[in-house]
């Protein structure tokens, strides 16, 4: 070729790939980016090296990827696929249950603690102070489901929930279980009041 070879304007050899020539050509646009004659010989000669390469390739000399043959297309980027939604709960349900803080979990486990507690050791007040302890502990639960909403009666109707099945549960599950562990000294009232107490921490706790 004559002294206005392309490949020489860009600094490199014929046998150049691709990758090559388009980094000598954004590195010379980056070294004369404020010259408009240099920026349009470098293009020229970007240009020239392209229906090169173009020619040899219908001669059948090269194979020249499409990429060089279409320089103007760009890799379109594949659109990014929405995330599939969560199958929500119903709405009842994220009415009823509740994202509670650390103290609307922590203040009613201390009540309850304190409740199952005197339940547990201090068994010579028999069944009076088992019920004395379910009262306040249907109380608390009241007070503290009605202080997220102010809704009273639903504070009632889930706290009377969670007390019938905490001593139905309760009742059962000590028949069944401590005959079977004679080392839990623990009379079935008893079992079903510390049950019904975790139940009523959780309702308590977790729903609104």
Do not use: C
């Amino acid at each position: 070729m004559s002294d206005q070879n392309p490949y020489k304007k860009l600094g490199v050899s014929e046998e150049a790939s691709f990758d090559e020539i388009q980094d000598a050509r954004n590195r010379l646009f980056e070294q004369h980016s404020g010259d408009a004659k240099h920026l349009e010989v470098i293009e020229a000669a970007y240009d020239a090296i392209l229906m090169d390469r173009l020619r040899m390739r219908q001669e059948g000399k090269i194979k020249v990827p499409e990429r060089i043959r279409f320089p103007e297309l760009r890799v379109q980027s594949l659109p990014k696929e929405s995330p599939t939604p969560r199958e929500q709960s119903p709405a009842w349900l994220q009415r009823t249950l509740d994202q509670p803080s650390p103290a609307d979990i922590l203040l009613p486990g201390a009540w309850y603690l304190g409740l199952s507690t005197i339940s547990v050791f201090y068994p010579q007040g028999g069944d009076q102070v088992l019920q004395l302890a379910l009262m306040v502990g249907v109380s608390a639960s009241i007070y503290f489901l009605n202080r997220k909403e102010g809704k009273f009666g639903r504070a009632v109707l889930f706290t009377l929930v969670g007390l019938i099945i905490g001593l139905i549960v309760g009742g059962l599950v000590a028949s069944l279980l401590l005959s079977q562990i004679p080392f839990i000294n623990l009379t079935s009232n008893q079992f079903s009041t510390v049950l019904t107490f975790i139940l009523l921490w959780l309702v308590s706790s977790f729903l609104r």
